[in-house]
Each structure stands twice: as C-alpha cells, then as structure tokens.
C-alpha cells in the first residue's frame, strides 16, 4: 500500500508538474504569439509605408521620363530648324559660289583673249618691215 501511495505520490507530482510546465509554456507562448503578432503588424505597416514611397518614386520617375523625352523631341525639333537653315544658307552659298566662279572663268578668258590679242599684235608689229625702219 505504500508503494500504491508512493506510486501516486510520483505520478501526481510527475502531472502536477507536467500542467505546470504547459502552463508555463502556453503562456511563454501566448506571449510569443502576442509578440509574433505586434512584430507582423509593424512590419506590414512598414511595408506598406515602403510601397507607397516605392509608387511615389515610380511615379516621379515616370514624370521625369517623360519631361526628358518632351525635352529631347523639343531639342531635336529646333535642331531639325537650325539644320534646316544652315541647309539652305549652304545653298544659297553654293549658287554664289558658281555664279561667282562663271564671272572669274570669263574675266579669266577674256584677259587671256585680250592678252593673246596683245601678244599677236606685238609679234605683227615686230615682224612689220616698215615698222622696223621707222624706228
């Protein structure tokens, strides 16, 4: 009979401690959950903080994305104008240039005419027998 008290005595201290360490242990984890879930609430909320800077820095990017291609169309646009015009200042040069180039070559010929003329006439003159015997 002792050993039936005995025995008991052991298994109700073995279950008297065992629903005390799940006490313990529902309660650390209670407390583990509590914390689990205050760490999961402020990590959403961070998260979402970081997502909507994320969507506000897509959307300057976007901004500026599209101010820079405005931007480069207007730059490209004036740039098509001055070559344009520096397009047509080179032509306008061009036709100067040959109209110029069609009175040298016939300034050129006709002081290369007049100095053939001269030549000719020289060599007439100095051939002439009566010129010869004036002088």
Do not use: C, W
């Amino acid at each position: 009979m002792e050993l039936l008290y005995f025995i008991s005595g052991i298994l109700s201290v073995g279950v008297l401690y065992g629903v005390i360490l799940l006490r313990n242990v529902k309660s650390s984890h209670t407390d583990l959950l509590a914390r689990f879930q205050s760490q999961s609430n402020i990590s959403s909320l961070r998260e979402a903080d970081k997502l909507g800077k994320i969507e506000d820095l897509n959307e300057l990017v976007m901004d500026i994305q599209s101010n820079m291609e405005k931007d480069q169309y207007e730059n490209l646009s004036s740039i098509n104008k001055e070559l344009e015009s520096l397009s047509n200042l080179a032509n306008e040069t061009k036709s100067k240039l040959g109209e110029s180039n069609a009175v040298l070559n016939k300034n050129i010929t006709d002081a290369f005419n007049e100095i053939m003329q001269l030549k000719n006439n020289l060599k007439a003159l100095s051939q002439d027998p009566n010129m010869l015997s004036r002088y």
